[in-house]
C-alpha cells in the first residue's frame, strides 16, 4: 500500500540533545512538508522540500534542520536550539501542482 | 497573525442533523481551499476542496460553500454520523507552486447518537 511512514510514534529525548525524525513516502511524490501541531494552534509549516536536494524555510523553521538526499525520505532535525521543541510533528507528501496533501500519522515528541 | 481562523473550538450535534463548520481568512490571494479530519493521534486525511473560483463544491455528505467578498468558507455535513467526531481543520494555499498551506486552529466536531 502506498502511503507516508513516519517513525517512531513516540520520542522521548532529554533537553539538550539533537533528535531526527523520520518521515519515507513510497507513493512518487515530488514535494515533502514538515508541520508541527501545538494544542489551540492548528499546523504550522516547518520546512517543505518541492525536489530533491532542495529545501526551503517555512513559518517556523528556527531550530529545525532538513535533508533532503533522495525523493522519497524527508527526515526533520530537531536541534538543542528549538526552545520548545515537545509537540506532534507531521509529514507530509504531494505531487506538484493542485493536489492536497497526504499526511503521515505523525510523531509524538517530548523533551524533557 | 492568523490568516485562516477557526473561532468555534468546538460543535456539538445531533445524529442525523447537520453540522456546519465554519473558517474565516484575512489573504484575498488564496486561491484553493480545503478541508481536513483529523482524528487523536493521527495525521490528517483530505476531505474536500474548493478553488477561488467556486463557489460550491459537493461530495456525497460533504458540501463546502466559498463566499469570497466576505472572505468566508464553511463545511455542512449532511447528515451527521457518530463516525463524524474528529478535529476539523480548514486550510487555504497562497498561491504560486510552493502548494504551502495554512492551517487554521481546528474545529472539534462531536456527533452525540
Known amino acids: 500500500d502506498g502511503g507516508i511512514t513516519q517513525s517512531p510514534k513516540y520520542l522521548f529525548r532529554k533537553e539538550g540533545q539533537n533528535v531526527t525524525l523520520s518521515c519515507e513516502q513510497n507513493?512518487?511524490?515530488?514535494?515533502m512538508y514538515w508541520y508541527r501541531q501545538d494544542p489551540g494552534q492548528g499546523l504550522r509549516l516547518i520546512y517543505y522540500?518541492?525536489?530533491?536536494?532542495?529545501?526551503q524555510k517555512g513559518d517556523i523553521a528556527e531550530g529545525y534542520s532538513v535533508s533532503r538526499e533522495k525523493k522519497e525520505s524527508f527526515p526533520l532535525t530537531v536541534t538543542s536550539a528549538q526552545k520548545n521543541p515537545t509537540a506532534f510533528y507531521l509529514c507530509a507528501s504531494t505531487e506538484r501542482g493542485y493536489s492536497p496533501l497526504h499526511f503521515g500519522n505523525g510523531t509524538r515528541l517530548t523533551v524533557t | 497573525d492568523q490568516q485562516v481562523k477557526q473561532n468555534s473550538p468546538s460543535l456539538s450535534v445531533q445524529e442525523g442533523r447537520i453540522s456546519i463548520l465554519n473558517c474565516d481568512y484575512t489573504n484575498s490571494m488564496f486561491d484553493y481551499f480545503l478541508w481536513y479530519k483529523k482524528y487523536p493521534a493521527e495525521g490528517p486525511t483530505f476531505l474536500i476542496s474548493?478553488?477561488?473560483?467556486?463557489d460550491k463544491n459537493e461530495d456525497g455528505r460533504f458540501t463546502v460553500f466559498l463566499n469570497k467578498s466576505a472572505k468566508h468558507l464553511s463545511l455542512h455535513i449532511v447528515p451527521s454520523q457518530p463516525g463524524d467526531s474528529a478535529v476539523y481543520f480548514c486550510a487555504a494555499r497562497s498561491g504560486g507552486a510552493t502548494n504551502k498551506l495554512i492551517f487554521g486552529t481546528g474545529t472539534l466536531l462531536a456527533v452525540q447518537p
Open positions: 507513493l512518487n511524490h515530488d514535494a
Open positions: 522540500s518541492q525536489i530533491v536536494n532542495d529545501f
Open positions: 474548493i478553488s477561488s473560483i467556486k
